[in-house]
């Protein structure tokens, strides 16, 4: 120590540690106000001095009303497993020989069925072929053993007969849903199913390789979904 420097008298040890217990019993004093259960007739004047300020109801606030428009909510309830589904499905189109070369496609949380019957309609007609119409029927058997959500899609191709825009192909192609569609609740099916038209939107998607002429025979066809889901 400079000896220019007063001299500082060092406090004692037991000041040090009679600080440290005052500064516990104080940390102890604050958690027990905090976790003190407070009376109800003071949260009561509490509340009631808020809900007059903030002019809030104390029962919650009302719902807002729904427009006569609204588009009500659907709670969608599980069905079969889709990986389960599309074993049994493969089993049970494997037994009717029109249906053996049905492709059973897996993806995400539903089953694609697509009919190999050759060609389903032809150029821009949207009554299926006697063989097609066969397979569809025998498929309404099937799908009446599931309580899955059915969906119907229609396509089309993009040749002149098909049609000379997107749209006129949009339409042909729900009409063939709707067609096929129909035919299911004629064989007795009587769940709901959804229809789309899916135009020649689905076209650029098929495998190159089999073909222009193939490829536009394929095009006009319906796809069978089954989701994971039961129906609407």
């Not at 003071?42 to 300020?53: C, F, K, N, P, R």
């Not at 006697?130 to 191709?157: D, M, T, Y």
């Given at each position: 120590?400079?000896?220019?420097?007063?001299?500082?008298?060092?406090?004692?040890?037991?000041?040090v540690t009679?600080g440290?217990?005052?500064?516990?019993?104080l940390?102890f004093?604050v958690m027990?106000?905090?976790?003190a259960?407070?009376?109800?007739?003071?949260?009561?004047?509490?509340?009631?001095t808020?809900?007059q300020?903030l002019?809030?109801s104390?029962?919650?606030?009302?719902?807002?009303p729904?427009?006569?428009v609204?588009?009500p909510?659907?709670q969608?309830?599980?069905a079969?497993?889709?990986?389960?589904?599309?074993g049994?499905l493969r089993?049970q189109?494997?037994?009717h020989?029109?249906l053996?070369?049905?492709?059973?496609?897996?993806?995400?949380?539903?089953?694609?069925?697509?009919?190999?019957?050759?060609?389903?309609?032809?150029?821009?007609?949207?009554e299926p072929?006697?063989?097609?119409?066969?397979?569809?029927v025998?498929?309404?058997?099937?799908?009446?053993?599931?309580?899955?959500?059915?969906e119907?899609?229609?396509?089309?191709?993009?040749?002149?007969?098909?049609?000379e825009?997107?749209?006129?192909?949009?339409r042909?192609?729900l009409?063939?849903?709707?067609?096929?569609a129909q035919?299911?609740?004629?064989?007795?099916?009587?769940?709901?199913?959804?229809?789309?038209?899916?135009?020649?939107?689905?076209?650029?998607?098929?495998?190159?390789r089999?073909?222009?002429e193939q490829?536009?025979?394929?095009?006009?066809?319906?796809?069978f979904?089954?989701?994971?889901?039961?129906?609407?």
């Amino acid at each position: 120590m400079n000896e220019f420097e007063p001299e500082h008298a060092k406090a004692p040890i037991w000041l040090v540690t009679f600080g440290d217990v005052i500064a516990l019993l104080l940390t102890f004093f604050v958690m027990l106000y905090a976790t003190a259960r407070i009376p109800s007739e003071d949260w009561d004047a509490v509340v009631g001095t808020l809900s007059q300020s903030l002019r809030f109801s104390q029962s919650g606030m009302a719902p807002n009303p729904q427009s006569d428009v609204s588009i009500p909510i659907t709670q969608l309830q599980p069905a079969l497993s889709t990986e389960y589904l599309s074993g049994i499905l493969r089993e049970q189109l494997g037994g009717h020989e029109t249906l053996r070369d049905t492709v059973v496609r897996l993806q995400d949380n539903r089953v694609s069925l697509s009919v190999a019957s050759g060609t389903m309609f032809a150029p821009g007609d949207d009554e299926p072929s006697a063989e097609a119409k066969a397979s569809i029927v025998q498929l309404g058997g099937v799908f009446s053993n599931i309580v899955n959500q059915l969906e119907i899609r229609g396509h089309a191709g993009r040749s002149a007969d098909e049609g000379e825009d997107f749209e006129e192909n949009q339409r042909l192609s729900l009409r063939r849903a709707e067609t096929v569609a129909q035919i299911l609740h004629d064989t007795g099916y009587e769940r709901n199913i959804i229809v789309l038209g899916l135009g020649d939107s689905r076209f650029e998607r098929m495998d190159p390789r089999i073909g222009a002429e193939q490829r536009e025979a394929l095009s006009r066809r319906v796809d069978f979904i089954v989701h994971g889901v039961t129906e609407n």
